[in-house]
């Protein structure tokens, strides 16, 4: 048998076996500088890897009184289109009855289906990586106003920075990361090092 749920050492060599993890001199759109950089799309390419991502992660759901007392009447929930190959990963491995997922539209996080008060099942929102948590916070808003109640949150890879709870649900993660981010210039290594930037999109 595999083991139940991978060390955080286990997950970052699958993300750097898949390119979904890379380290170098990266600027981000924000004009931040970074030593590495995630695009976890890359990972969820791959079936296989996706599956062992989800299912490690739907595991940690598991474990929790509140989750599993109440599933399959579950709800899994996405705030945007990176996390919805986790969502189904997630649902699968937990047999969960609902998914849905919000998308960024007119400047405002909406979910994608017409879904009405009362129709949302106690919800688990997950991502695939948890920057700045603007987007869970956004999510938990929407979820509230549909009277539904948040029973776990997690993703694959947290930014240390980011929150680590959402309304009294600590976020659960595969990778609690040890985030870099600089100014440009004297606070940035690789710039003093004078190693050639990459732009990146995200
Ligand atoms: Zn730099």
């Not at 990972?43 to 759901?61: G, I, N, Q």
């Amino acid at each position: 048998m595999v083991q139940l749920i991978p060390s955080q050492e286990a997950v970052m060599q699958i993300l750097t076996r898949t390119g979904a993890f890379r380290e170098g001199h990266f600027i981000y759109p924000n004009g931040k500088h970074s030593p590495h950089y995630f695009q976890m799309p890359l990972a969820f390419r791959y079936y296989d890897t996706a599956r062992v991502l989800a299912v490690a992660l739907s595991r940690m759901f598991r474990l929790e009184k509140d989750i599993s007392s109440q599933l399959p009447k579950v709800s899994v929930i996405s705030p945007s289109s990176g996390g919805i190959p986790v969502a189904f990963g997630v649902r699968d491995a937990l047999n969960a009855e609902q998914i849905y997922w919000a998308e960024q539209e007119l400047g405002e996080r909406q979910f994608r289906q017409y879904v009405n008060q009362g129709e949302v099942n106690p919800c688990i929102i997950v991502d695939d990586i948890i920057r700045s948590g603007h987007a869970i916070e956004e999510t938990v808003k929407l979820v509230k106003q549909l009277g539904a109640r948040i029973i776990g949150c997690g993703a694959i890879v947290r930014f240390d920075s980011a929150p680590s709870e959402v309304e009294g649900v600590p976020i659960k993660s595969l990778v609690e990361f040890d985030v870099k981010m600089y100014q440009e210039g004297d606070e940035c290594v690789d710039c003093k090092h004078g190693a050639a930037p990459e732009h990146v999109r995200y």
